[in-house]
């Protein structure tokens, strides 16, 4: 089925460890987006794409890089990996950057940081 | 960044209808309001969509006053299924940009037998 697709779904890093996140979409969406969501805290947003090769920051980028080479593929790095990353991270597109179809949310990456 | 203002948790019973408000003062001429559903342990996942007016789908119905500055979401004849954190989420027009969109805590809404 169309979606997306975020790989893996459990992660245990040491502190100072690295790691990438994978995100990957097959609807041909041009926005993607990571949020990470922690207790109480709703979702948070991390880096967006508007197209290939176009990123940005968002709400708490710090920690975090991003690339995009393709539509399709997204992928967040943790360069150096610490306990307060601990979090359950999602991926999402749509085909608009403000939303206005709606976002399409992969079932998210929970990590947990020692 | 996108302003929403939900209540933090609602309770209900089951077989009733519940309508949960979110208030967005600053929203964009251009964006739409949407409504998603989060499950523990799953993404969020989207219910309705609507510019003005009203807007029903096999889900919801979605009701957003000509001034669009606050909407409601109905979920009728809420089951135990439908307890789950609600999101309200709409555009910013205080400074633009491909970013305006944030979620806020949502609303926890909680069905009770």
């Known amino acids: 089925n169309a979606g997306v697709t975020q790989t893996p779904k459990f992660q245990v890093l040491k502190t100072g460890q690295s790691m990438t996140l994978q995100c990957a979409q097959d609807?041909?969406?041009?926005?993607m987006s990571w949020y990470r969501q922690d207790p109480g805290m709703g979702l948070r947003l991390i880096h967006y794409?508007?197209?290939?090769?176009?990123?940005d920051q968002g709400e708490v980028p710090n920690g975090y890089n991003v690339s995009r080479s393709t539509t399709e593929d997204f992928p967040l790095r943790l360069l150096s990996a610490a306990p307060s990353q601990t979090s359950v991270y999602f991926c999402?597109?749509?085909?608009?950057?403000?939303?206005?179809?709606?976002?399409?949310f992969g079932s998210g990456t929970r990590l947990t940081v020692v | 960044l996108a302003k929403t203002t939900q209540p933090i948790s609602m309770d209900s019973y089951e077989g009733q209808e519940v309508n949960i408000t979110c208030s967005h003062n600053?929203?964009?001429?251009?964006?739409?309001i949407t409504w998603y559903q989060q499950f523990p342990s799953q993404g969020p996942r989207f219910i309705i969509q609507?510019?003005?007016t009203k807007v029903t789908n096999e889900v919801a119905s979605l009701f957003i006053p000509a001034d669009r500055k606050s909407s409601t979401l109905s979920l009728p004849r809420v089951s135990l299924s439908d307890t789950a954190v609600y999101y309200c989420?709409?555009?910013?027009?205080?400074?633009?940009?491909?970013?305006?969109?944030?979620f806020g805590k949502g609303t926890h809404l909680i069905i009770q037998p």
């Open positions: 609507g510019y003005k």
């Open positions: 989420l709409v555009g910013d027009n205080s400074g633009g940009g491909a970013d305006g969109l944030t």
């Open positions: 600053n929203i964009a001429t251009n964006d739409y």
């Open positions: 609807m041909n969406h041009e926005y």
């Open positions: 999402a597109s749509s085909y608009s950057p403000r939303g206005n179809y709606g976002y399409t």
């Open positions: 794409s508007v197209g290939a090769g176009i990123t």
